[in-house]
């Protein structure tokens, strides 16, 4: 029986096998045989550098600035995307009907492209866009949006939270309904006021939703590409060169394939890394308000 | 047991095997490439509707008079570049015979790979020199290696565009052709216009290596009359010439006639009246500003150069793509893909129709003077400077570093003097001095 099991258990699990050998195993066991080579893979010959293109990875502009700016979008993006869901989601939730079609409707910009949304942005955030024109004569703000670095950096982490607010205020929401309304009602009862009734009931019984949010929003971080290659390709100055843009850059305007490739294995370390840290903080903050 | 054990494993290898080879984009047709005494070639032509165009009813035609060669034109993919594309294509064994929209720079890269044929190497290439008159033009394309890699296709020897307009207001009645004329220009138009610029381009702040062909690269050919920048891995750059565009950019900074912010369409709308134009824009310009009129609005004019230079014959960046063959064809596709070129390139009612097509001036040297093309800039006098231009135009770099050399004039030198953060001097030296490590 528990052989039977077993192979039925290996059964079902196998497509994901499957998927995750072709899709992930063999792209990391070539993503580290060519990242201690010089290839790039058009050449017919290659040698072997050993650990040379992570030396030289550690001292480049590019990926000290790549490290950094995945921290700093997380700083805004994180926060900014789950006070966004979270708004949305309790909107949604007051709603007395069409809960379903507002949440489609906020959940659209997800399955919008980011090469479209990124070239609309552009537009409106032209120097001659009647939106600068506007601040620049009604308050005297003359705003580089996309030329300096902390503009350009919320700009793009703007952008994403804007992609992303609908896709998580539905994880949200179903989070919302799997709250037990009596402990609402027992807390009326004790003269809760809504502030204390959102900080001390709905958070903390959120945790299960807000913790697949959190994980989902910080791996975004590590993964942003099209926004940033649409509109500031990766500056001004690294400001906005993500882990992907610098891989790009260098695979495909370079084409250092075994140099990208051993870039692609660090910021893979410092994703697991940090997600792992950040897990474990989630679980702490889980435990210390009763969820194990 | 143990049978079932190895049958599970046998299960999930054919899955995995078949998963793979459904994934594979290998051309299966590659194998096939001559079939029937018919020899296929593979021709990825540039992204772009005009030129797929030219290309489809080209090659028809060369198939009906050459049955023996089957031309299948598709178009190249731009996912997320069409550089990106091809390298990904000769990675995965699933390369095209040949290809079109291929710049020097990007050559130098594929040729040190071993990625394309010598084309001088081919029989007949010698002829479709001849035959196109372009001989002159070929000098200028030859690789550190001494071979030819790339047929020009068309040469786009870019332009300055100035709003005629508002420099008549201002009281010019031509294009200023030196920098105390432009610097003469700039200090009217911002007593006159406060609001407007001399050069209104984000790109400029930019340091995306091919931004520097349109900014840079066009100054400096013509401050240094058409000094290679880089010769093999030697940095070669005048320095005098390049000190003296940087200060010019100084200056236009710091007298706040340049605008580095992102503007939507700051030329056509004026609000700067200075930018560099390709014969692409006078086609675009056709459809979506039709107010732009040649010699009303806009004049087009050479570079301007440092005073003391001579103002004629004033050299320029070449804006020039072209075909290759690639390496990973069979020895009968290469030949083939010659006959094609030599068939394509003996008559130039082949490049008048590339010309009315795309309004890309073909690259050979006699666009002015042959009869053939008279017509069309008859009716395009806007394009004329253009083809004039065409043995003045300095193609780009043959390195394969080129995009992180490109990137370093940007980061280094020309980007921080724009901004204001750097004098031309320590501008020049830090990016010498970065080059040279890149090169080494």
């Keep these: 029986m528990r052989t039977k099991e077993g192979r039925l258990g290996w059964l079902f699990a196998s497509p994901y096998l499957l998927y995750a050998v072709v899709f992930f195993l063999i792209p990391l066991v070539w993503s580290l045989f060519l990242s201690a080579t010089n290839w790039n893979l058009i050449s017919p010959t290659f040698s072997f550098v050993g650990i040379q293109n992570y030396l030289e990875a550690f001292k480049s502009p590019g990926v000290q600035a790549a490290f950094f700016v995945a921290f700093k979008f997380m700083a805004v993006f ?27 409707g906020f959940f659209l910009p997800y399955l919008a492209s980011g090469v479209v949304s990124s070239l609309i942005v552009k537009g409106i955030l032209s120097y001659n866009s009647p939106v600068n024109e506007f601040l620049r004569k009604a308050f005297g703000l003359d705003i580089d949006w996309l030329g300096s670095p902390f503009a350009a950096l919320f700009v793009v982490a703007l952008i994403i939270a804007w992609k992303f607010t609908g896709y998580y205020a539905l994880i949200l929401t179903s989070g919302f309904e799997s709250i037990n309304k009596e402990v609402y009602e027992a807390a ?52 906005t060169n993500t882990w ?30 940090s997600i792992y840290v950040i897990r474990k903080l989630l679980e702490l903050w889980g435990k210390r308000n009763g969820w194990d | 047991m143990k049978v079932k054990k190895v049958a599970s494993v046998l299960l999930a290898a054919s899955l995995a095997v078949s998963g793979l080879a459904a994934c594979s984009g290998k051309d299966q047709s590659k194998g096939e490439s001559s079939k029937d005494g018919v020899t296929t070639i593979e021709f990825w032509a540039a992204p772009n509707p005009t030129q797929q165009v030219y290309w489809k009813e080209v090659a028809q035609q060369f198939t009906k008079e050459n049955p023996k060669i089957k031309v299948n034109v598709s178009p190249m993919k731009e996912s997320p570049t069409s550089e990106a594309s091809i390298q990904s294509a000769i990675a995965g064994g699933s390369a095209p015979t040949m290809s079109e929209n291929i710049n020097r720079g990007f050559a130098a ?15 007949g290439w010698d002829e479709v020199k001849k035959e ?26 870019m332009l300055f565009g100035w709003r005629i ?16 004329e432009m610097l003469d220009v700039a200090k009217k138009l911002k007593q006159k216009y406060p609001d407007k610029y001399v050069w209104a381009k984000a790109d400029l702040a930019d340091p995306t290596a091919w931004k520097r062909w349109f900014d840079f690269f066009m100054l400096y050919d013509a401050a240094s009359n058409g000094n290679k920048f880089i010769e093999g891995t030697k940095f070669t750059g005048d320095q005098k010439a390049g000190e003296q565009v940087l200060t010019l950019m100084a200056v236009l900074q710091k007298n706040k006639a340049l605008l580095t912010k992102q503007a939507k369409d700051p030329f056509e709308n004026a609000l700067g009246i200075f930018s560099d134009i390709g014969p692409w824009t006078i086609a675009y310009w056709k459809d979506k500003f039709p107010k732009m009129k040649y010699n009303e609005t806009y004049t087009l004019s050479l570079p301007p150069v440092p005073d003391g230079v001579d103002t004629t014959n004033v050299k320029t960046f070449a804006d020039t793509k072209g075909l290759v063959i690639y390496a990973s064809a069979t020895k009968a596709q290469q030949e083939a893909a010659m006959k094609f070129i030599k068939w394509v390139y ?12 795309t309004s890309l001036p073909p690259a050979r040297d006699d666009l002015t003077t042959n009869d053939s093309f008279k017509a069309f800039f008859d009716k395009n006098p806007a394009l004329q400077p253009y083809a004039a231009a065409v043995p003045n135009a300095i193609p780009p770099m043959d390195n394969a570093k080129y995009n992180d050399l490109q990137t370093i004039i940007g980061q280094q030198a020309f980007n921080p003097v724009v901004k204001g953060e750097k004098d031309p001097k320590t501008a020049w030296q830090d990016m010498q001095k970065a080059i040279e490590g890149a090169l080494k």
């Design chain 2, 109 to 123: 890269q594929l040729a040190e790979s071993k990625a394309l044929v010598p084309l001088d190497t081919l029989a």
């Design chain 1, 78 to 104: 994180v926060p900014l995307v789950i006070a966004l869901s979270i708004i949305v989601a309790l909107i949604v939730q007051g709603l007395p009907r069409f809960k379903g079609i507002f949440l489609i």
């Design chain 2, 346 to 357: 003996s008559k130039p009612e082949n490049d008048v129709k590339w010309l009315e097509k």
């Design chain 2, 165 to 180: 307009d508002v420099l008549k207001e201002l009281g010019y009645n031509e294009a200023p052709k030196t920098y105390s």
């Design chain 1, 188 to 239: 009326m009862i004790d003269g809760v006021n809504a502030w204390q009734r959102f900080w001390k009931i709905t958070f903390p019984l959120l945790y299960p939703a807000l913790y697949t949010v959190l994980i989902l929003a910080i791996g975004v971080t590590f993964g942003i590409f099209t926004e940033v290659y649409q509109l500031t390709g990766g500056g001004p100055n690294f400001a």
């Design chain 2, 132 to 157: 196109r008159n372009m001989e002159n033009t070929m000098k200028g394309w030859q690789f550190a290696d001494s071979h030819q890699y790339v047929l020009p296709i068309y040469s786009n020897a």
């Design chain 1, 244 to 273: 992907q843009m610098e891989i790009f850059s260098r695979a495909f305007t370079n084409l250092q394939a075994g140099y990208a490739s051993a870039i692609a294995i660090i910021a893979s370390v410092v994703t697991f890394i």
